[in-house]
């Protein structure tokens, strides 16, 4: 008989390619007053969690997960934690397209036609989430992101492998620096993901080093979660292609939510969008977002915009995971 000092239940989904393994049976009593408290918390206390559901042999390098909690603030159904292979994000929107997608298909939440309105306590703040439901099947997810502003324009670094090159700061519920790719002689196509990655790798590190990034409304959001590099489109109907490198040179392969969300405000405040029209951004691997800005907002004392991403999710498994007591590796490890 096995000797179990661990048993928890995930529902594993992915939204346009790029997983979320979303924990609904175990999770520990998290104290907190808000999510940021709990995500704290969570870093300094229970940090094996993360390792456990996120690592091999469980996991891999580009997994991407999520805890569910209860509600801090009035209007909110759930609080969100995003879990990856360095730590915890700011906010994710294909995160919050799929929780959408799980909840509303899986009965998680009272369902209404033809929208389901879900609420979330992310840690960058608080997320509206719009799932569509014909009675038996969800559809589409739209959520209502955090305000997104261009933190700092034309920021030009230098790179070991890629020379200078030119970017923007954006935040659209993180931090992230955009860049066009052909500035170092690539496109976004999948057989060169791993230029890609050197690329997004060097020009993170760069940034890092020469500039302090600090959000003007929230203390707690002050890293740079990774780079954006886009190019013509690598398929039919999208106005763009972009792939995001991001914590430990991980790979969305989505269109990004958060990261569609920077870019539809980068272009709206440099005057290439203009509010209310629809832009799809598509992925490495051919998957799209589209995205609206909705209305021009300050952040402190920067512009911003409230933009509307819209995306679908599918859902792949459920999963009891175990941990034996002999087992040598209770928190996994991280192999490239």
Not at 203 to 222: C, F, R, S, Y
Request: net charge negative; proline share 6%; charged share 20%.
């Amino acid at each position: 008989m096995l000797n179990l000092v661990r048993t928890i239940q995930t529902v594993d989904a992915h939204t346009g390619g790029e997983p979320l393994r979303i924990l609904v049976s175990g999770m520990p009593a998290v104290p907190g007053t808000g999510i940021l408290d709990k995500r704290a918390w969570l870093k300094t206390h229970r940090d094996d969690l993360r390792q456990f559901l996120m690592n091999e042999p469980r996991g891999h390098a580009d997994m991407y997960g999520a805890y569910l909690l209860p509600p801090t603030t009035p209007g909110a159904d759930f609080g969100v934690i995003f879990i990856h292979n360095e730590g915890y994000s700011d906010m994710c929107g294909h995160g919050i397209i799929a929780l959408g997608k799980v909840l509303v298909e899986l009965g998680y939440v009272e369902r209404t036609s033809p929208l389901t309105r879900i609420g979330f306590d992310a840690p960058a703040g608080f997320i509206e989430a719009f799932v569509e439901w014909d009675g038996q099947r969800a559809g589409k997810v739209t959520f209502k992101n955090v305000p997104a502003f261009i933190y700092l324009r034309d920021l030009e670094v230098q790179t070991p492998s890629f020379g200078r090159v030119r970017g923007d700061i954006v935040f659209g519920g993180a931090f992230y620096y955009y860049l066009n790719a052909e500035q170092a002689g690539l496109t976004v196509k999948p057989e060169l993901v791993r230029s890609l990655i050197q690329l997004g790798a060097e020009t993170k590190a760069a940034v890092m080093a020469q500039v302090k990034i600090q959000h003007p409304l929230e203390p707690g959001l002050d890293q740079l979660y990774g780079s954006i590099i886009d190019s013509a489109p690598n398929c039919a109907g999208v106005d763009q292609s972009n792939v995001c490198v991001f914590a430990d040179r991980e790979v969305d392969r989505s269109p990004t939510g958060t990261g569609t969300s920077g870019r539809a405000a980068q272009l709206f405040l440099r005057g290439q969008l203009p509010l209310g029209q629809t832009y799809v951004n598509g992925s490495i691997v051919g998957s799209k977002f589209e995205v609206k800005v909705a209305q021009a907002v300050k952040v402190g004392d920067f512009d911003g915009a409230l933009t509307e991403v819209t995306g679908s999710a599918h859902i792949m498994g459920h999963h009891q995971w175990v941990l034996e007591e002999l087992d040598p590796f209770p928190i996994g490890f991280f192999l490239r």
